[in-house]
């Protein structure tokens, strides 16, 4: 199965291990709970399916590369105990507890969660000596004399023999007690993704026209030559980076993510060309709705691979304006409901108390920065979600401070000072939306006059359909010219693709 598949069953195995029965016992005895086992190649995102997972399920995750333990930080030190049994005293050899399992009540202390997953990744590539521990902690869910507490899902990982020399096979008694899925690479599957992701734009262009330099695995003479998807994203995350500070990534850098010299060289010969393109076509004017009548009549000339970039960096050009305009709309709404409590607190602040506005108002703050620390201890925000925080922390400090220097004589005086804040704020979501549907405007004239209804125009309304942040935007804000193309054009494109399917079928088949 590809990975979204396995991230779907993941979540429903949370949901039914951790349903309680009307008495609030679990619906599905401990014992009955079987471990998940994820069996894929390397850098398929496994650890990231497991983030994500316990972040939508609100439970916490104890993540462990069972590979970096030995047998007593996995089972714990033996200590030797005095005992009784039938009137003698006898010396009995017993363990401290595992370090694993002291994570788990140590992570249920920090984030006051009470239920979690732990997930044990490379399971199966432990020593010889680990290697009985591993097989107890599946069968019986602990490990040493200690058991993973109650409400805990049990999830782990390992890679197939092809992959890692180190693996062990596990015996048909340990099968017969885990849930075993089989995980492949999945490009559109990851492109899905990707894009949620903010994976870079070039990558996810360069991958649009060579699908095969996705992912692989390639053992020859001069070794290993292998590119991942762990390894697309960790370079996404490097470029983005270098671009804010006015930095070129260059072939040897790219090698040292993407470590299969052909694919390598190969991406940064495009990624070099994707920023030519960038410049000469003028993608900032284009979306400015100042495109030069030169960029019309090169693209007459030009191959479909550089036509294809040319959208895949306008349209990227619009995702930077899209995400700005949606985190606008998330402070802002943050703000607006911070406000609202703050109105109500205001209300039961003594008018007497000095200061007294400022300092109700430090305390929510105070409130709201320890809530965001605590969600992010405990891996329940995402990126995006941790992002929007902290800025609307930024946004109300600032307001605070505008209210300790205008001294408010009263509560009522400080609510509409701060209210004022807040329709600044308000205006500068209305200005980053009107900013972006001015953009998505001038795409629009450009790719009518330059491509009319080509390919080109299919691929651009899809990516805009299948984009997370543009589609969110377009719902919220609309686009005329968007709606037409996504109901003519890819209605027809669909009913293209659809006969197609159908002779293809006919022809295996005889047919005529």
């Known amino acids: 199965m590809n990975i979204k598949r396995a991230k779907e069953e993941i979540e429903h195995t949370v949901k039914a291990y951790l349903a309680k029965d009307a008495l609030g016992e679990y619906a599905i005895p401990a014992i009955r709970q079987r471990p998940i086992l994820l069996m894929g190649p390397p850098g398929i995102g ?57 994570s788990i009540y140590a992570k249920m202390e920090a984030t006051g969660l009470s239920e979690g997953i732990l997930f044990i990744d490379e399971i199966n590539c432990v020593s010889e000596t ?8 599946l069968q019986c869910k602990t490990f040493g004399n200690q058991a993973v507490p109650a409400g805990w899902v049990i999830v782990a990982a390992g890679n197939p023999p092809e992959y890692n020399k180190s693996v062990r096979d596990f015996d048909i008694v340990t099968l017969d007690r885990v849930r075993r899925m089989d995980i492949e690479p999945d490009l559109p599957v990851w492109k899905d993704y990707a894009r949620a992701a903010h994976i ?32 697309w994203e960790d370079l996404s995350n490097l470029l983005d980076t270098y671009e804010t500070l006015g930095l070129q990534a260059d072939e040897d850098l790219i090698r040292e993510y993407i470590q299969h010299p052909k694919i390598a060289e190969d991406f940064s010969a495009y990624l070099d060309l994707y920023y030519k393109y960038r410049d000469d076509y003028g993608v900032e004017e284009i979306l400015a709705g100042q495109a030069k009548p030169a960029v019309f009549a090169r693209l007459l000339q030009a191959p479909f691979d550089e036509r294809l970039s040319l959208v895949s960096l306008i349209l990227a050009g619009l995702g930077t304006r899209f995400t700005a305009s949606r985190q606008a709309d998330a402070v802002a709404d943050s703000c607006y409901a911070f406000l609202r409590e703050t109105k109500k607190a205001l209300a039961t602040v003594p008018e007497d108390i000095p200061d007294g506005s400022a300092e109700m108002f430090h305390q929510q703050i105070m409130d709201h920065d320890t809530e965001t620390q605590q969600k992010r201890a405990a891996g329940l925000l995402s990126k995006d979600a941790l992002t929007t925080r902290l800025q609307v922390l930024a946004v109300l400090r600032g307001w605070e ?51 009319a209804e080509s390919q080109e125009m299919v691929v651009f309304v899809t990516e805009l359909t299948v984009n997370p942040v543009s589609h969110a935007f377009l719902t919220e804000n609309g686009c005329e010219r968007y709606f037409q193309y996504n109901k003519d054009l890819l209605l027809d494109h669909r009913k293209a693709a659809l006969q197609q399917e159908l002779a293809a079928e006919q022809r295996r088949h005889g047919g005529v």
């Open 46 to 102: 496994k650890t990231q399916v497991m983030e994500q997972v316990a972040r939508e399920c609100g439970v916490a995750l104890v993540a462990y590369t069972i590979t970096h333990h030995t047998r007593q930080s996995a089972v714990g030190l033996p200590f030797i105990r005095q005992r009784n049994y039938g009137g003698k005293d006898v010396s009995v050899t017993e363990y401290t507890m595992s370090e694993i399992i002291a």
């Open 130 to 137: 680990l290697a009985p521990t591993m097989l107890q902690f």
């Open 200 to 231: 870079h734009s070039a990558i996810l262009s360069y991958l649009e026209l060579h699908p095969q330099n996705f992912y692989q695995i390639n053992a020859d003479v001069d070794g290993t030559q292998f590119v991942t998807a762990r390894g």
């Open 401 to 451: 401070g505008e209210l300790r220097r205008a001294n408010a004589a009263g509560t009522q005086e400080a609510f509409d000072l701060l209210r004022g804040q807040f329709q600044s704020l308000a205006d500068e979501r209305e200005k980053a939306q009107q900013t972006a549907s001015a953009a998505l405007e001038a795409a629009f004239d450009f790719m009518e006059q330059a491509f």
